[in-house]
């Protein structure tokens, strides 16, 4: 029950149903709802609601912005009693036209006043700009409490992950066999490690690197890879960004699609592929990796908590600003990831 109202109070489509029945009961009871019997009155009372909800939700989209987001508290006051006298001038000459004098709304002579309507405009703006305020903080602080339980959590993992026996085992292995046939490219290879290990440990306590560092252990990564697989599989890896160190990216974000390519798309001895293409343009970031499912595939044990835990942290980092499509057929594997980057202040 108590997640179910959880839920509820997340949905901002409850949260606006809500604010509309509240203000609408006030309204009614403010002019005695109850004593009307008369159809044309009740959908004369809809329509005056209206327009002070009308109100209400064009000082919320429209002026709100300027007193939070341009931080100009007098033109915002200046503005919003601006529009409430605009708005009970409306309202009172409405009140005087023939048609509405034959409904029963505002018997009292007092309720046909202008003050009246400026009152009314006054008290809906604030019974409907109150609760929307209030729940707008209440996501705000709901998504930050989940981002910084999530970044806890994405520490806890990383630690947990710094020293993967299996990742450490595929590549001495690699460095073994390399360095047996080829020593003279032995020390490249080992550089390689200790930038991926540096860079897990570094990128570790930061909410946010650079997209250069990012595509670097990407880089770093791949060719690690290219090592073990490249005799029997087709590897490619190209990235081009349109404005280079302005971009950042939460650390660690993008390399479980790769990694899963590898692990899923040559765990074969036949001929496979894995393609990686990483585009900026305009701040938006794509990333395209394919590879290629074998036929006869060999026991992987896959958890899949990494591809489940990025995609959430997806969610909560980038809200509606990221678009993914996987699609899973019987000869590819295909990751397309569309995100809004954030700039470098």
Known sequence: MNKKFDNMMDNKWWQEIAVVAFSFTLFTLKNDWMLFSSLASILMGIFLYFILYLHAQFNRFFLLPILFKGQRPVTYLFLTLLTVIVFSVVLYEITTLEMFSKCHLYQNSHQRSYAYQLASVLGTLVCILSPIIVFKFYRIHKKQTDETLLFNQMQLNALKGQL????????????????????????????????????????????????????????????????????RCDI???????????????????????????????????????????????????????????????????????????????????GEDYKLDIQDDKNTYIVDLKLQLKKFV
């Not at 860079?199 to 306590?205: D, F, P, T």
């Open 236 to 318: 490619t890896y190209d990235s081009k960004i349109d404005n280079e160190n302005a971009y950042k990216v939460s650390p660690m974000l993008l390399i479980a699609f790769i990694e899963n390519a590898f692990k899923h798309g040559t765990c074969a001895i036949e001929k496979c592929f894995v393609r990686i293409i990483v585009t900026v343009e305009n701040g938006l970031l794509h990333l395209h990796v394919v590879n290629s499912i074998p036929k006869k595939k060999t026991g992987v044990i896959s958890t899949k908590i990494g591809l489940k835990n990025t995609i959430e942290r997806l969610k909560l980092i980038y």
């Open 164 to 231: 993967n026996p299996h990742f450490l085992f595929n590549t001495f292995n690699t460095l073994y066999g390399i360095s047996l046939e080829f020593p003279e490219r032995t020390s490249d290879l080992i550089m390689k490690v200790s930038q991926l290990m540096r860079y897990q440990l570094e990128s570790n306590n930061k909410q946010c690197v650079s997209l250069e560092d990012e595509l670097e252990f990407i880089n770093s990564y791949v060719q690690l890879e290219k090592e073990r697989v490249s005799y």
